[in-house]
């Protein structure tokens, strides 16, 4: 007896990771994309002005708030939010391509965005909700990035409030104190994620092939004893 092998495949996942601004995640996101090549991170576009640091096209799309309006009416983004008195949206094609490719897809956005997307492909969404070890540390590593006003940041600030309540929104919450252990978890988060026997293509028929198998082994281990 012959069985046709299957091939098993893996459909990609979103990541999301989400936290108050300073509590890592941008860190976590970007020793992610270094070290693992299977998995590329959606650029948002957004209509916040653009950090010193920051490349167009990089880290965001930097684009005014007239084609922000035209692409979220043309229906172009997945999700958007208002998030700071700026506007975040993530295109919706380059997320598709990749999914459908089997690429993982990194997602740095808030909770207003990662409800949405959860909304609309919940079998496909992982999401990670990083913490900050204390108020006082996360006002410290805003003032340490040093990219952001006194205003800017006083903003920020109040804002980690609204972000910090929606934690149980999310599958997985890091503790972000330690940037080696936080970044751990994050590996063994997707590690197992992508494991999970909902994501892989073919394992049905997998199954059943090598439960026909072991019913010819039991028939021929029957036969031979009787
Ligand atoms: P977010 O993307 O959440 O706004 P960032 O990743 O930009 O936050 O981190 C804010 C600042 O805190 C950065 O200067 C970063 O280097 C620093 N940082 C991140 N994680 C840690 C950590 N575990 N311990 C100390 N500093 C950290
Ligand atoms: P920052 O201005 O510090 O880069 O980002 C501010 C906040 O906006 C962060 O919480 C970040 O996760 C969120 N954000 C970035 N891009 C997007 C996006 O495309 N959609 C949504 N909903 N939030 C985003």
């Given amino acids: 007896m012959t069985v046709q092998p299957v091939k098993l495949a ?7 990771l989400s936290s108050p601004s300073g509590a890592g995640k941008s860190t976590l996101a970007r020793q992610l994309l270094d070290e693992d090549k299977h998995i590329e991170l959606s650029i948002s576009v957004t209509t916040r ?5 920051e490349l167009d096209g990089v880290h965001y799309h930097f684009i005014n708030q007239d084609r922000f309006s035209k692409m979220a009416d043309r229906g172009d983004l997945l999700e958007w939010a208002q998030v700071h008195g700026n506007y975040y949206g993530t295109p919706q094609e380059p997320v598709e391509k990749a999914l459908a490719a089997g690429h ?15 909304d609309k492909l919940p079998d496909d969404v992982v999401r990670v909700f990083v ?12 003032r ?26 999310y599958d997985y ?5 330690d940037l080696q252990n936080a970044f751990a978890s994050v590996k063994s988060i997707l590690a197992a994620e992508r494991i999970r026997r909902e994501r892989i293509i073919g394992l049905r028929p997998f199954v059943s092939n090598l439960l026909e198998e072991a019913q010819a082994i039991s028939s021929a281990a029957e036969k031979s004893a009787s």
Avoid at 10 to 16: A, I, S
Avoid at 49 to 53: D, F, H, I, L, P
Avoid at 146 to 169: M, N, Y
């Fill in 10 to 16: 893996r459909r990609g996942l979103m990541f999301v």
């Fill in 49 to 53: 002005a653009r950090r010193q640091s």
């Fill in 104 to 118: 993982d897809v990194l997602f740095d956005i808030d909770w207003q965005g990662t409800r949405q997307i959860a």
């Fill in 131 to 142: 913490l900050p070890p204390s108020m006082g540390e996360l006002q410290a590593r805003l």
């Fill in 144 to 169: 340490r990035r040093a990219e952001d006003d006194d205003d800017t940041i006083l903003k920020r600030l109040v804002g980690a409030r609204e972000e910090i309540e929606k934690w149980s929104d």
């Fill in 173 to 177: 919450v890091i503790v972000n104190d």
